[in-house]
Protein backbone atom coordinates (compact mmCIF):
# COMPACT_ATOMS: atom_id res chain seq x y z
CA UNK A 1 0.00 0.00 0.00
CA UNK A 2 1.50 3.32 -1.18
CA UNK A 3 1.12 5.85 2.29
CA UNK A 4 3.10 9.18 1.41
CA UNK A 5 2.68 10.17 5.18
CA UNK A 6 2.81 8.70 8.11
CA UNK A 7 1.82 9.73 11.66
CA UNK A 8 2.70 6.92 13.99
CA UNK A 9 2.40 7.66 17.69
CA UNK A 10 5.37 6.44 19.89
CA UNK A 11 3.30 5.73 23.42
CA UNK A 12 0.48 6.85 25.04
CA UNK A 13 2.68 7.78 28.22
CA UNK A 14 3.50 11.10 28.99
CA UNK A 15 5.09 13.41 32.03
CA UNK A 16 2.17 15.59 31.93
CA UNK A 17 -1.04 15.89 33.07
CA UNK A 18 -2.93 18.36 30.53
CA UNK A 19 -6.66 18.02 30.91
CA UNK A 20 -7.15 17.83 27.29
CA UNK A 21 -5.13 14.84 26.48
CA UNK A 22 -7.08 11.74 25.53
CA UNK A 23 -4.22 9.40 25.95
CA UNK A 24 -4.47 9.98 29.64
CA UNK A 25 -7.65 7.89 29.31
CA UNK A 26 -5.86 5.20 27.04
CA UNK A 27 -4.37 2.44 28.36
CA UNK A 28 -0.35 3.48 29.24
CA UNK A 29 1.59 1.46 26.46
CA UNK A 30 4.29 1.50 24.09
CA UNK A 31 4.04 0.33 20.23
CA UNK A 32 6.21 -2.35 20.16
CA UNK A 33 9.35 -1.98 17.42
CA UNK A 34 7.95 -5.54 15.43
CA UNK A 35 4.75 -2.98 15.36
CA UNK A 36 6.28 -0.65 14.11
CA UNK A 37 8.47 -2.83 11.49
CA UNK A 38 5.54 -4.41 10.07
CA UNK A 39 3.81 -1.15 8.87
CA UNK A 40 7.28 -0.05 7.65
CA UNK A 41 7.81 -3.46 5.68
CA UNK A 42 4.02 -3.47 4.12
CA UNK A 43 4.17 0.37 2.70
CA UNK A 44 5.33 1.61 -0.02
CA UNK A 45 6.47 5.92 -1.53
CA UNK A 46 6.99 7.00 1.97
CA UNK A 47 8.03 10.70 2.14
CA UNK A 48 7.38 12.00 5.88
CA UNK A 49 7.25 10.05 9.25
CA UNK A 50 5.44 12.37 11.96
CA UNK A 51 6.66 10.57 15.66
CA UNK A 52 3.63 11.55 18.09
CA UNK A 53 0.54 11.06 19.19
CA UNK A 54 -1.64 10.86 22.27
CA UNK A 55 1.92 10.37 24.78
CA UNK A 56 5.56 12.05 25.15
CA UNK A 57 7.36 10.86 22.13
CA UNK A 58 10.18 10.36 24.13
CA UNK A 59 9.26 8.58 26.48
CA UNK A 60 9.68 5.55 23.88
CA UNK A 61 12.86 3.48 25.26
CA UNK A 62 13.33 2.78 21.36
CA UNK A 63 12.55 6.14 19.70
CA UNK A 64 15.22 6.71 17.35
CA UNK A 65 15.62 2.92 16.88
CA UNK A 66 12.21 3.89 14.90
CA UNK A 67 14.07 6.26 12.65
CA UNK A 68 16.24 4.30 12.12
CA UNK A 69 14.40 1.44 11.38
CA UNK A 70 12.56 3.67 8.91
CA UNK A 71 15.15 5.12 7.47
CA UNK A 72 17.06 1.61 6.22
CA UNK A 73 13.79 1.45 3.72
CA UNK A 74 13.37 5.14 2.82
CA UNK A 75 16.64 6.72 3.33
CA UNK A 76 15.38 10.39 1.70
CA UNK A 77 12.58 9.99 4.83
CA UNK A 78 12.02 12.84 6.50
CA UNK A 79 11.35 12.49 10.25
CA UNK A 80 9.44 15.09 12.37
CA UNK A 81 8.04 14.99 16.39
CA UNK A 82 6.09 17.13 18.23
CA UNK A 83 6.98 16.64 22.24
CA UNK A 84 6.47 18.81 25.31
CA UNK A 85 9.92 19.97 25.51
CA UNK A 86 10.48 18.20 29.18
CA UNK A 87 12.79 15.82 27.79
CA UNK A 88 15.64 17.55 26.16
CA UNK A 89 18.76 15.72 27.61
CA UNK A 90 22.40 15.98 26.43
CA UNK A 91 21.71 12.65 25.49
CA UNK A 92 18.51 12.95 23.76
CA UNK A 93 19.72 15.98 21.65
CA UNK A 94 22.94 14.21 20.47
CA UNK A 95 20.87 11.39 19.30
CA UNK A 96 17.79 13.93 17.43
CA UNK A 97 21.10 15.30 15.82
CA UNK A 98 22.65 12.13 15.40
CA UNK A 99 19.13 11.09 13.13
CA UNK A 100 18.83 13.66 11.27
CA UNK A 101 15.12 15.13 12.28
CA UNK A 102 14.05 17.74 10.67
CA UNK A 103 11.45 19.44 12.21
CA UNK A 104 10.49 19.78 16.22
CA UNK A 105 7.30 21.39 17.30
CA UNK A 106 7.31 21.87 21.43
CA UNK A 107 3.40 21.92 22.24
CA UNK A 108 2.24 24.82 24.88
CA UNK A 109 -0.81 27.26 26.04
CA UNK A 110 0.88 29.67 27.48
CA UNK A 111 3.85 31.21 27.74
CA UNK A 112 3.65 32.54 31.50
CA UNK A 113 5.00 30.04 33.97
CA UNK A 114 2.61 29.87 36.83
CA UNK A 115 -0.09 29.13 33.50
CA UNK A 116 1.74 26.93 32.19
CA UNK A 117 1.94 24.47 35.17
CA UNK A 118 -1.40 24.79 36.16
CA UNK A 119 -2.46 23.87 32.70
CA UNK A 120 0.52 21.19 31.88
CA UNK A 121 1.76 20.36 35.41
CA UNK A 122 5.12 20.62 34.50
CA UNK A 123 7.36 23.65 34.77
CA UNK A 124 7.97 26.26 31.84
CA UNK A 125 11.43 26.74 32.58
CA UNK A 126 12.39 23.11 32.06
CA UNK A 127 11.55 23.23 28.83
CA UNK A 128 13.23 26.93 27.79
CA UNK A 129 16.59 25.47 29.56
CA UNK A 130 16.02 22.20 27.48
CA UNK A 131 15.13 24.26 24.31
CA UNK A 132 17.84 26.43 24.62
CA UNK A 133 20.46 23.35 24.90
CA UNK A 134 19.52 21.65 21.63
CA UNK A 135 19.89 25.29 19.80
CA UNK A 136 23.41 25.66 21.39
CA UNK A 137 24.37 22.17 20.22
CA UNK A 138 22.02 22.55 16.49
CA UNK A 139 25.03 25.63 16.10
CA UNK A 140 27.93 24.07 17.24
CA UNK A 141 27.61 21.19 14.60
CA UNK A 142 26.26 23.92 12.10
CA UNK A 143 23.09 22.47 11.19
CA UNK A 144 20.71 23.62 9.74
CA UNK A 145 18.00 21.26 11.36
CA UNK A 146 15.75 20.05 13.07
CA UNK A 147 14.05 23.43 12.80
CA UNK A 148 12.48 23.93 16.05
CA UNK A 149 9.03 26.00 16.69
CA UNK A 150 5.88 26.27 18.89
CA UNK A 151 2.73 24.03 18.59
CA UNK A 152 0.19 26.62 20.25
CA UNK A 153 -3.44 25.02 21.53
CA UNK A 154 -5.20 28.24 21.60
CA UNK A 155 -7.62 28.12 25.06
CA UNK A 156 -10.08 30.78 26.19
CA UNK A 157 -7.88 31.44 28.90
CA UNK A 158 -4.86 31.85 26.57
CA UNK A 159 -5.92 33.29 23.58
CA UNK A 160 -4.58 36.84 24.41
CA UNK A 161 -1.15 35.63 24.30
CA UNK A 162 -1.21 35.56 20.98
CA UNK A 163 -1.14 39.17 20.42
CA UNK A 164 2.78 39.07 22.10
CA UNK A 165 3.50 36.77 25.04
CA UNK A 166 4.03 33.71 22.93
CA UNK A 167 5.46 34.96 19.86
CA UNK A 168 7.81 36.84 22.46
CA UNK A 169 8.88 33.55 23.97
CA UNK A 170 9.32 32.50 20.45
CA UNK A 171 11.50 34.91 19.30
CA UNK A 172 13.46 35.25 23.10
CA UNK A 173 14.55 31.57 22.33
CA UNK A 174 15.31 32.11 18.68
CA UNK A 175 13.03 29.63 17.62
CA UNK A 176 13.51 29.14 13.52
CA UNK A 177 10.53 26.38 12.74
CA UNK A 178 7.27 28.64 12.87
CA UNK A 179 4.16 28.53 14.89
CA UNK A 180 1.11 26.22 14.71
CA UNK A 181 -1.83 27.61 16.14
CA UNK A 182 -5.11 25.15 16.68
CA UNK A 183 -7.95 25.82 18.96
CA UNK A 184 -8.83 23.64 21.62
CA UNK A 185 -10.38 20.60 19.79
CA UNK A 186 -14.51 20.33 19.73
CA UNK A 187 -15.07 16.64 18.18
CA UNK A 188 -16.91 14.42 20.01
CA UNK A 189 -14.56 11.61 21.21
CA UNK A 190 -12.65 14.97 22.13
CA UNK A 191 -15.19 16.53 24.58
CA UNK A 192 -16.23 13.14 25.91
CA UNK A 193 -12.98 13.52 28.24
CA UNK A 194 -12.85 17.30 28.91
CA UNK A 195 -14.11 17.81 32.76
CA UNK A 196 -16.11 20.79 33.48
CA UNK A 197 -13.45 23.53 33.81
CA UNK A 198 -11.88 21.89 30.44
CA UNK A 199 -15.08 22.80 28.60
CA UNK A 200 -14.93 25.93 29.77
CA UNK A 201 -11.31 26.50 28.19
CA UNK A 202 -13.31 26.01 24.71
CA UNK A 203 -12.60 28.98 22.54
CA UNK A 204 -16.15 31.26 22.18
CA UNK A 205 -16.69 34.14 19.73
CA UNK A 206 -15.04 36.32 22.09
CA UNK A 207 -11.84 34.39 22.29
CA UNK A 208 -12.15 33.53 18.88
CA UNK A 209 -11.86 37.12 17.73
CA UNK A 210 -9.11 37.63 20.06
CA UNK A 211 -7.17 35.29 18.41
CA UNK A 212 -7.83 36.45 15.20
CA UNK A 213 -7.11 40.12 15.75
CA UNK A 214 -3.61 38.41 16.99
CA UNK A 215 -3.48 36.74 14.16
CA UNK A 216 -4.27 39.67 11.87
CA UNK A 217 -2.00 42.39 13.16
CA UNK A 218 0.42 40.96 15.56
CA UNK A 219 3.21 41.65 14.05
CA UNK A 220 5.91 39.76 16.50
CA UNK A 221 3.28 36.77 16.05
CA UNK A 222 3.12 37.40 11.68
CA UNK A 223 7.27 37.14 11.75
CA UNK A 224 7.06 33.48 13.55
CA UNK A 225 3.99 32.23 11.23
CA UNK A 226 5.96 33.25 8.16
CA UNK A 227 8.97 31.31 9.23
CA UNK A 228 6.56 28.52 8.77
CA UNK A 229 6.41 28.62 5.00
CA UNK A 230 9.41 30.83 4.75
CA UNK A 231 11.98 28.04 5.56
CA UNK A 232 14.07 25.21 3.30
CA UNK A 233 10.98 22.91 3.21
CA UNK A 234 7.09 23.24 5.09
CA UNK A 235 6.13 20.72 7.95
CA UNK A 236 4.44 17.36 7.94
CA UNK A 237 0.82 18.50 7.77
CA UNK A 238 1.31 21.15 5.61
CA UNK A 239 2.63 18.70 3.09
CA UNK A 240 0.02 16.34 3.67
CA UNK A 241 -2.70 18.91 3.51
CA UNK A 242 -1.65 20.20 0.45
CA UNK A 243 -1.24 16.90 -1.27
CA UNK A 244 -4.81 16.98 -2.60
CA UNK A 245 -8.10 19.07 -3.41
CA UNK A 246 -9.49 19.76 -0.11
CA UNK A 247 -12.78 20.11 -1.22
CA UNK A 248 -13.32 16.59 -2.52
CA UNK A 249 -10.80 14.71 -0.80
CA UNK A 250 -9.35 14.19 1.96
CA UNK A 251 -5.71 13.91 2.50
CA UNK A 252 -5.46 11.36 5.07
CA UNK A 253 -7.64 8.51 2.86
CA UNK A 254 -5.39 9.55 0.19
CA UNK A 255 -1.56 9.85 1.22
CA UNK A 256 -1.66 9.39 4.92
CA UNK A 257 -1.94 7.04 7.57
CA UNK A 258 -2.15 7.41 11.25
CA UNK A 259 -1.01 4.10 13.33
CA UNK A 260 -1.64 3.84 17.26
CA UNK A 261 0.59 2.19 19.84
CA UNK A 262 -1.48 -1.43 19.13
CA UNK A 263 -1.10 -1.42 16.00
CA UNK A 264 -4.74 -0.15 14.81
CA UNK A 265 -4.97 2.33 12.01
CA UNK A 266 -7.42 4.86 11.78
CA UNK A 267 -8.60 7.29 9.51
CA UNK A 268 -7.00 10.19 10.76
CA UNK A 269 -4.99 11.89 13.96
CA UNK A 270 -8.32 13.19 14.89
CA UNK A 271 -10.14 9.85 15.48
CA UNK A 272 -9.09 8.87 19.04
CA UNK A 273 -11.76 6.11 19.43
CA UNK A 274 -9.19 3.04 17.83
CA UNK A 275 -11.33 0.13 19.01
CA UNK A 276 -14.67 1.35 17.64
CA UNK A 277 -12.89 2.95 14.19
CA UNK A 278 -10.18 0.92 13.60
CA UNK A 279 -9.71 -0.18 10.24
CA UNK A 280 -7.90 -3.26 11.18
CA UNK A 281 -4.35 -4.52 12.61
CA UNK A 282 -1.03 -3.62 10.44
CA UNK A 283 0.11 -6.89 11.85
CA UNK A 284 -3.07 -8.83 10.33
CA UNK A 285 -2.26 -7.60 6.87
CA UNK A 286 -3.00 -3.91 5.43
CA UNK A 287 -4.92 -4.90 2.55
CA UNK A 288 -8.03 -4.90 3.81
CA UNK A 289 -7.12 -1.52 5.64
CA UNK A 290 -6.15 -0.17 2.76
CA UNK A 291 -9.71 -0.92 0.94
CA UNK A 292 -11.31 0.61 3.74
CA UNK A 293 -9.98 3.80 3.57
CA UNK A 294 -11.04 3.74 0.09
CA UNK A 295 -14.70 2.88 1.33
CA UNK A 296 -14.69 6.06 3.31
CA UNK A 297 -13.71 8.40 0.90
CA UNK A 298 -16.32 6.97 -1.45
CA UNK A 299 -18.75 7.64 0.72
CA UNK A 300 -17.40 11.29 1.26
CA UNK A 301 -17.84 11.49 -2.68
CA UNK A 302 -21.46 10.29 -2.09
CA UNK A 303 -22.26 13.52 0.29
CA UNK A 304 -21.99 11.12 3.47
CA UNK A 305 -19.95 11.58 6.32
CA UNK A 306 -18.74 8.28 7.71
CA UNK A 307 -18.98 8.18 11.72
CA UNK A 308 -15.55 8.30 12.50
CA UNK A 309 -15.52 11.59 10.71
CA UNK A 310 -18.47 13.46 12.53
CA UNK A 311 -17.47 16.98 13.34
CA UNK A 312 -14.82 17.25 11.33
CA UNK A 313 -14.68 20.25 8.78
CA UNK A 314 -12.21 18.94 5.81
CA UNK A 315 -15.44 16.06 5.88
CA UNK A 316 -18.21 18.62 6.10
CA UNK A 317 -16.48 20.30 2.82
CA UNK A 318 -16.08 17.54 0.79
CA UNK A 319 -19.74 15.85 1.32
CA UNK A 320 -21.40 19.31 0.73
CA UNK A 321 -19.32 19.79 -2.62
CA UNK A 322 -20.02 16.49 -3.29
CA UNK A 323 -23.46 16.58 -3.09
CA UNK A 324 -23.41 19.81 -5.13
CA UNK A 325 -21.35 18.58 -7.78
CA UNK A 326 -23.96 15.47 -7.75
CA UNK A 327 -27.05 17.74 -7.92
CA UNK A 328 -25.46 20.09 -10.97
CA UNK A 329 -24.72 16.39 -12.82
CA UNK A 330 -28.23 15.61 -12.53
CA UNK A 331 -30.27 18.39 -13.28
CA UNK A 332 -27.63 19.79 -15.85
CA UNK A 333 -26.95 23.25 -14.04
CA UNK A 334 -24.40 25.68 -14.21
CA UNK A 335 -20.68 25.03 -13.98
CA UNK A 336 -19.94 27.88 -11.44
CA UNK A 337 -16.96 26.42 -9.19
CA UNK A 338 -17.63 25.19 -5.58
CA UNK A 339 -17.03 26.41 -2.55
Not at 50 to 63: A, R, S, V, W, Y
Not at 121 to 128: H, N
Not at 251 to 259: E, F, H, R, S, V
Request: glycine share 8%.
Amino acid sequence: MEVRFAQIEPTTRCNYTCGFCVGRHMPQQDIALDTFRSFINQVEGLQALELQGEGEPLLHPQFFDMIALARDKFPQLEVSMITNGSMFTQENIQQILDHGVARIFVSLESAKDQDFQRIRGGKLDRVRRGIRHLIAARNERNMQTPLIGLSVTVLRSTAGELEAGIPAFYKELSLDGGINIQALQTMPQYQAIYDHSMKEEIVDREAGNIAQRAISSSELLHEALNDRQNKNHIGFYERLYQSVDMRFQCPWLINGAYLSTDGKMVACCHIKNYDHHSLGNVCDGIESIKAQRETMQEDLNRGNIPQACSGCIIAKTIAKNSLKAISLIQTGGDKRPLA
